[in-house]
């Protein structure tokens, strides 16, 4: 990974103990049951770097990167981009200046791209509706895109439903790129595609970020995709960031036990030939566990793990988690104090 690693570059995109609460789908009009979408997440994705978020389904990550595209305003707290808190921007910038500066790339590209539509149309629409310099140089534009993702000119011409999946893919990732973001969301990208070209769109993504300097937000429930992608990670469980660092402190040195146990699902990936079988559901996100989210599944949990969520335990090097019966490692100091709620 070519990612800086200088941690006190200014970030990208900052969030700051943001929450994200849904009215429960089950609740009805007169009860007000909210789902814990986000609990307390703070992060930071720095120029240049891949981030990525990794969880069980539901555990938020669709959330999170729904707050990190100002596609979803967090209940509470904030979410920086460039050092500007977004929701303080007038809506306008925040449409134009911050909505053209992240590109997103959902799962299924057969239900993001407009069926009706030619490719050479999908992506010129971004730079007609942003008014992106002259007709001719929209079109050049829309030419260099196609090239950038590695497909063939005659694939303008193309309808969606004329091209395979990864195809397709490649053309959402260029749609994504059209108006020269600083930041793509890729949210589980190649989940829908078949096995066969996961790959080759994984070695795009990662030869785009690295040709052009973007950052990356990358979700993936898969660990072993994470691991291959990204320089930093932040694994979520129930709405909480546990575990945070560089990609190989955290699937090399994890500290969390969650961590361990979906790294143990990757045997190839852990020293130890057991694999940890978690016993039980993930509990409902409309009525977490108090404490550490993860001790009604957890093999080390304690009393102690039902009084608060645990504060930050780490080093220097950027590398924390949250648990107060850490998988053994070197010494850590606690980073900061504990985002119960
Ligand atoms: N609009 C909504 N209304 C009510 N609950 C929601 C809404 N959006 C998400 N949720 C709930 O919030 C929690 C987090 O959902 P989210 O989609 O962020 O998780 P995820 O990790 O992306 O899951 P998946 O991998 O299955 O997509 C889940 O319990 C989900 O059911």
Request: net charge neutral; hydrophobic share 40%; aromatic share 4%.
């Amino acid at each position: 990974m070519t990612a800086p690693e200088d941690t006190t570059m200014e970030p990208l995109v900052r969030l700051d103990r943001v929450h994200v609460r849904h009215r429960a789908r089950s609740g009805g009009i007169l009860r007000r049951d909210s789902v814990h979408a986000l609990t307390d997440a703070s992060l930071e994705v720095r120029p240049g770097e891949i981030l990525g978020l990794v969880g069980e389904s539901g555990c938020g990550k669709s959330t999170l990167a729904r707050v990190v595209t100002g596609l979803q305003r967090p209940t509470e707290g904030q979410v920086y981009f460039k050092g500007q808190e977004l929701w303080e921007m007038p809506a306008a910038q925040r449409r134009t200046g911050f909505g053209a500066s992240v590109g997103v790339i959902f799962q299924d590209p057969s239900t993001a791209l407009n069926p009706r539509l030619p490719v050479r149309r999908i992506l010129r629409d971004p730079l007609d509706v942003h008014g992106r310099g002259t007709r001719e140089g929209r079109e050049r534009r829309v030419e260099e895109l196609l090239d950038l993702v590695g497909l063939p000119g005659h694939t303008l011409e193309a309808l969606p439903g004329q091209l395979s999946g990864g195809q397709r893919q490649r053309v959402a990732i260029a749609r994504a790129l059209a108006l020269e973001p600083e930041l793509i969301v890729a949210d589980e990208p190649t989940s829908a595609l078949d096995v066969s070209v996961r790959a080759q769109i994984l070695n795009l993504l990662v030869d785009l970020r690295d040709r052009l300097g973007l950052a990356m937000v990358f979700i993936s429930h898969d660990v072993q995709t994470v691991r291959h992608l990204s320089d930093r990670i932040a694994v979520l469980y129930l709405g909480r960031v546990v575990e945070e660092g560089r990609a190989a402190q955290v699937t090399g040195d994890s500290r969390h036990p969650y961590t361990e146990a979906l790294l143990s699902a990757t045997p190839s990936l852990l020293e130890r030939p057991e694999r940890i079988v978690l016993h039980g559901p993930v509990p409902s996100a409309t009525n977490p566990p108090s404490g550490c989210p993860f001790r009604t599944r957890c093999w080390k949990a304690d009393d102690a793990c039902a009084a608060a969520f645990p504060a930050a335990h780490g080093g220097t090097d950027g590398h924390r988690w949250h648990c107060v019966h850490p998988q053994p490692g070197g010494e850590a100091a606690v980073v900061s104090a504990a985002g119960a709620v």
